[in-house]
């Protein structure tokens, strides 16, 4: 008697995941800076590694924490990263950050251009015979990211067209980020895929957690903590704390009621040492800010939420008022790398 192979369904159950996350943009989206405050949401600066092919953007950044960055340079050869992500799997990382996933699909080296090699040399102008030969090579890349014991996150460059818009009653040229420049259904590899637009803003694209479904928002370290509850919820997805994975409740403080004054004070440089929301009872949100000059602390108030999003330890450059002991934002700028005093 011959016996087959014996088949049996089981429960679902829900287990502890890694993250698969593509951060898609176009050039000055911001993927690097991203991909990174989400990493340091995950796990601590020490434990993120990347491997950068972007001509060292990835260590402009080097004054949020302490990352670790392997450099490729072309050719860009997916057995490199493959390579790269063993590395980095051994030396204890737990979360690599492939900047950009990219250039391993259409960079100097890479899979287009070997095919594109083959066929002309190898195969005679044999197209399909040449994707038989370098097809493999990139499989072997997709799953070694699938199954890395790391956390994965993979930026990827948009193909950018540039379009004619009407904002304001005002008509101009607005720059667009369309389709990432990677393989066709590259998307399906991730747990989610976030596109990021040139205002650093994210429309996600795919979304398996459910937890960003139709929102609009810019990434930072909160989303870490969210992806990282979803991800080690094991079979509790529905006791996931939620006030892990929704914004947190604003703290009701007494406000100082002196944002209609203008009495300017300085223009100077700060770094950020510490912000966090508060509200009036009224509901109306202002950011408490601690800021650093020199060696002296000056806690401040602003009525712009969005420097929120400022990661601590950014420099700034800020207008501030001063009324009867209190200091207030009125504007700021992010001071960019070379530009401090």
Do not use: M, R
């Given at each position: 008697m011959k016996w087959g192979i014996i088949m049996e369904f089981k429960p679902a159950q829900r287990k502890r995941a890694k993250l698969r996350l593509a951060i898609a943009g176009p050039s000055g989206s911001g993927k690097t800076y991203s991909a990174l405050l989400v990493a340091s949401g995950i796990t601590t600066w020490e434990k993120i590694a990347v491997i950068d092919s972007e001509n060292g953007s990835a260590e402009l950044y080097a004054h949020?924490?302490?990352?670790?960055?392997?450099?490729?340079?072309?050719?860009?050869?997916?057995?490199?990263?493959?390579?790269?992500?063993?590395?980095a799997e051994q030396a204890g990382f737990e979360v690599i950050i492939i900047d950009s996933l990219s250039h391993a699909w259409n960079g100097e080296g890479g899979i287009l251009d070997q095919q594109g090699k083959a066929a002309d040399t190898k195969y005679k102008g044999n197209s399909w015979a040449a994707w038989r030969e370098c097809t493999p090579r990139h499989n072997a890349l997709v799953e070694a990211m699938l199954k890395s014991s790391c956390h994965i996150i993979a930026t990827m460059r948009s193909k950018t067209e540039y379009a004619q818009v009407t904002e304001n009653g005002k008509t101009g040229i607005k720059k667009l980020g369309m389709a990432p420049i990677q393989r066709d259904g590259m998307e399906y590899e991730f747990t989610a895929v976030f596109d990021l637009n040139l205002e650093h803003v994210v429309s996600v694209g795919k979304d398996r957690t459910g937890i960003f479904d139709g929102q609009y928002f810019k990434p930072d370290v909160v989303t870490g903590h969210?992806?990282?509850?979803?991800?080690?919820?094991?079979?509790?997805?529905?006791?996931?704390?939620?006030?892990?994975?929704?914004?947190?409740k604003l703290d009701v403080e007494a406000i100082p009621d002196i944002f209609s004054e203008n009495i300017t004070d300085l223009l100077n440089t700060y770094r950020i040492v510490s912000s966090e929301a508060k509200a009036k009872g009224n509901g109306q949100v202002f950011a408490k800010v601690v800021l650093l000059r020199g060696d002296t602390q000056i806690l401040s108030w602003s009525a712009l939420p969005e420097i929120l999003d400022i990661p601590a330890g950014t420099l700034i450059t800020a207008t501030i008022t001063e009324l009867k002991g209190t200091h207030v934002i009125e504007s700021y700028a992010i001071v960019k790398e070379g530009e401090a005093a």
């Open positions: 949020l924490g302490g990352y670790s960055v392997l450099t490729i340079e072309a050719p860009y050869d997916p057995q490199k990263y493959i390579n790269a992500i063993h590395i969210k992806l990282l509850a979803w991800l080690n919820c094991d079979n509790k997805v529905s006791k996931v704390n939620s006030e892990i994975i929704s914004p947190p």
